[in-house]
């Protein structure tokens, strides 16, 4: 995906399990919470349960330096918002506290490590399951 594409989609509406989510695209430009709270958090982008909404920074993905050049088409977008996907269909399952040992917060479907090994495998499954004539479909 390309920073464009991704301006494209701000503001965008979708639904996980039922509930109606929306995508906000923000970036320095534009000074606002969303974007002062990414900052904040040193994050590409976040999960926001309670707003349902997914917020993410077009900032991370542009070139800042001539000796860091990124492609226009990103891969890192992608697996960006794979990756907060992952926690907003955790969270709409009810996956995404009381998951683990400790009670909440910290359990497996809130865990960092967990939910960028399913971002970062999701086209390769993806692609394996489409070579086996396995349906997209439910």
């Known amino acids: 995906?390309?920073?464009?594409?991704?301006?494209?989609?701000h503001n965008k509406k979708f639904h996980i399990?039922?509930?109606?989510?929306?995508?906000?695209?923000?970036?320095?430009?534009?000074?606002?919470?969303?974007?002062?709270t990414l900052k904040d958090q040193?994050?590409?982008?976040?999960?926001?349960?309670?707003?349902?909404?997914i917020w993410i920074c077009t900032d991370c993905y542009t070139t800042k330096t001539d000796s860091?050049?990124?492609?226009?088409?990103n891969p890192a977008i992608n697996q960006?918002?794979?990756h907060e996907l992952y926690?907003?269909?955790?969270?709409?399952?009810?996956?995404?506290?009381?998951t683990g040992t400790d009670g909440c917060e910290n359990g497996w479907a809130r865990n960092e490590?967990?939910?960028?090994?399913?971002?970062?495998?999701?086209p390769k499954i993806l692609k394996v399951r489409r070579e086996l004539g396995i349906s997209d479909e439910e």
Not at 1 to 9: F, P, S, V, Y
Not at 68 to 73: E, I, K, L, S, T
Not at 113 to 122: G, Q
Request: aromatic share 12%; proline share 1%.
């Open 1 to 9: 995906m390309t920073i464009d594409d991704l301006k494209e989609l």
């Open 17 to 36: 399990l039922g509930s109606k989510w929306v995508l906000k695209v923000v970036s320095s430009e534009k000074d606002c919470y969303e974007y002062r």
């Open 42 to 53: 040193d994050a590409n982008a976040l999960t926001q349960f309670y707003l349902r909404e």
């Open 68 to 73: 860091q050049v990124m492609p226009d088409d």
């Open 80 to 82: 960006d918002l794979t």
């Open 87 to 98: 926690h907003a269909f955790y969270a709409e399952s009810g996956l995404d506290i009381c």
């Open 113 to 122: 490590t967990m939910i960028d090994w399913n971002a970062k495998m999701f």
